[in-house]
């Protein structure tokens, strides 16, 4: 009789993760629905968008479970590492909350670090840390349109941006659960002045202040008003602004960021109002070889750019 081989006790199970793992597809479309695990939150909604399963906070802990040498783990090893005994139930909306953040990539049946997630989790100091941060924050869609539609560093009234996510949004049973995890996520990406406090009345939120240029030090960034400072692009805004440059190829290591003020000329004519609006952006690209300058000039002179 053939023997059959069973799994020892040690032996790692390995369940693949695919694009069409039906159940993480799910769990993309309705990040905080619990199916029925009880934590504290409702079960699903009747009414109303989902949103993000965690804070930022919270996914860069649960980012620092993978192996940091590894930078990978497989998904029944992740799950284990998160408290769940398998690679099902909350565990799959937490694993689509960390790729919301552009923190992990689905490589087979692993689990792996963005680039993104390494410089924010092990980057060689504070400011590529918080750098990392504010990218991650921006980088989950709901946030960065909340974010977007705030004035910077002034007073803004909660009313407002309640308004704006129960109406824009759609999101109608817990809007107050998702301004806590938006102000905390906020708060610790550095956007956020004060505590967050979804009760209060007003909030102040800060520009995403890109970090300073060879050229520049952080005293001079310090010095420029707030209304004129170059701040982050949001990281799903990138691809399209890389591609009008013709640089798409360079964008896993780029930084981009735009000046946060910039000049208007406005012209009136035949009925119709004419805004030339010149505002910079800056792209620095990652390289230690000097021929990317001259692929880097080829493909911004085919989009037109003179050097």
Known sequence: MPEIKMPGKDEEVRTPVTDDDTEFAEARKAFDADEGEGDGEKAGRKHGRSFIYLSLRDAENAARKIDEHAKRMSKTSFARALGHPDAKGRYKHKLAALEAYDLIKLDGDDVRLTDLAVQMLYGGNERARAQARAKAFLSYDLFKQTFVECP??????????????????????????????????????????????????????????????????????????????????????????????????????????????????????????????????????????????????????SKGFKA
């Open 152 to 301: 910077k560093n002034q007073d803004h009234q909660m009313s407002y941006v309640e308004d704006f996510v129960r109406v824009t949004l759609k999101i109608v049973n817990e809007r107050e659960m998702f301004l806590k995890r938006f102000l905390e996520s906020a708060a610790y990406a550095g956007l956020l002045e004060g505590e967050p406090n979804a009760k209060a009345q007003t909030i102040r939120l800060r520009p995403a202040v890109a970090a300073p240029a060879n050229e520049e030090s952080a005293s001079d960034t310090k010095a420029q008003s707030s209304e004129d400072q170059w701040v982050i692009v949001p990281p799903t805004d990138v691809t399209a602004l890389l591609d009008g440059f013709g640089l798409s190829g360079y964008q896993d290591r780029c930084d981009v960021s735009q000046r946060s003020a910039g000049e208007v000329a406005i012209n009136m004519a035949d009925g119709k109002i004419t805004i030339d609006v010149r505002r910079p952006v800056r792209v620095v690209i990652k390289t230690t070889n000097l021929l990317d300058v001259t692929e880097v000039l080829k493909a911004l002179q």
